[in-house]
T-cell receptor, first 113, second 113 residues
Framework: ELKVEQNPLFLSMQEGKNYTIYCNYS?????LYWYRQDPGKSLESLFV?????AVKQEGRLMASLDTKARLSTLHITAAVHDLSATYFCAVGALIQGAQKLVFGQGTRLTINP | ETGVTQTPRHLVMGMTNKKSLKCEQH?????MYWYKQSAKKPLELMFVYNFKEQTENNSVPSRFSPECPNSSHLFLHLHTLQPEDSALYLC????????????FGQGTRLTVV
C-alpha cells in the first residue's frame, strides 16, 4: 500500500523566514507532484519531479526529490504573505500493474506580516 | 483560469436523485481525471481516462459512473448517493497520464441531503 505523509500539517511563519515542508512516502515511486490550493479554490500545479535528485525552483519555492530516501521537500525562501495556502504532495507509483496516485494530507501554511 | 471548466459549481441533491457533473477542457490534453476532496480525508483519485478509455478505477462505488465521450469532455453521473458522498469533486486534465502536470478545474461542491 502506498502511503504519503506530509509534515508539518500546519505551519505558521513570519514573512522573511525560510522553512521546509516534508513529504515522505512508503514505496518505490517514479514521480512526485507538488500542488498549491487557496481556500475555496482548485489545485494549482507547482512542480513535477520525475527522477532521483531532481530539483526545481519557481520564485521563492524550491522542490527536491530523493527517491532513495523516499522523501521530497518543498523549501520556502524569504516567505511572503501571498504564499499562504495549503500545499499538497502527491506520489505516483505502479503497484500490482496499476497506476496509483496518493496525496498527502496537505500542509496549511499561514504567513504572517 | 486553468482551461478546465466544471459545471455546476455547486449542487445539492437528494439521495434518490440522479445528476451529472460535467468537465470540459480545450487544452488538447489526452488524459482526464476525477478526484474527490472531502473535508477530513486526503484528496482521492477516482477515475482516469486516457484517449477516452478508462484506465483507472480506484475502487469507486458504482453509484458514481464516469463517461468520457471524447478527449475534451468528462462526465460523472451520480445516482442514489449517500450523505457521506458530499465533497468537492475536482476534474483535471493533462497532456498525457502521469508524467506531466495536471490542470485542475474549479470543482463542483456537492451536498447530498
Amino acid at each position: 500500500e502506498l502511503k504519503v505523509e506530509q509534515n508539518p500539517l500546519f505551519l505558521s511563519m513570519q514573512e522573511g523566514k525560510n522553512y521546509t515542508i516534508y513529504c515522505n512516502y512508503s514505496t518505490t515511486s517514479d514521480r512526485l507532484y507538488w500542488y498549491r490550493q487557496d481556500p475555496g479554490k482548485s489545485l494549482e500545479s507547482l512542480f513535477v519531479l520525475l527522477s532521483n535528485g531532481a530539483v526545481k525552483q519557481e520564485g521563492r519555492l524550491m522542490a527536491s526529490l530523493d527517491t532513495k530516501a523516499r522523501l521530497s521537500t518543498l523549501h520556502i525562501t524569504a516567505a511572503v504573505h501571498d504564499l499562504s495556502a495549503t500545499y499538497f504532495c502527491a506520489v505516483g507509483a505502479l503497484i500490482q500493474g496499476a497506476q496509483k496516485l496518493v496525496f498527502g494530507q496537505g500542509t496549511r501554511l499561514t504567513i504572517n506580516p | 483560469e486553468t482551461g478546465v471548466t466544471q459545471t455546476p459549481r455547486h449542487l445539492v441533491m437528494g439521495m434518490t436523485n440522479k445528476k451529472s457533473l460535467k468537465c470540459e477542457q480545450h487544452l488538447g490534453h489526452n488524459a482526464m481525471y476525477w478526484y474527490k476532496q472531502s473535508a477530513k480525508k486526503p484528496l482521492e483519485l477516482m477515475f482516469v481516462y486516457n484517449f477516452k478509455e478508462q484506465t483507472e478505477n480506484n475502487s469507486v462505488p458504482s453509484r458514481f459512473s464516469p463517461e468520457c465521450p471524447n478527449s475534451s469532455h468528462l462526465f460523472l453521473h451520480l445516482h442514489t448517493l449517500q450523505p457521506e458522498d458530499s465533497a468537492l469533486y475536482l476534474c483535471a486534465s493533462s497532456p498525457a497520464p502521469w508524467d506531466t502536470e495536471a490542470f485542475f478545474g474549479q470543482g463542483t461542491r456537492l451536498t447530498v441531503v
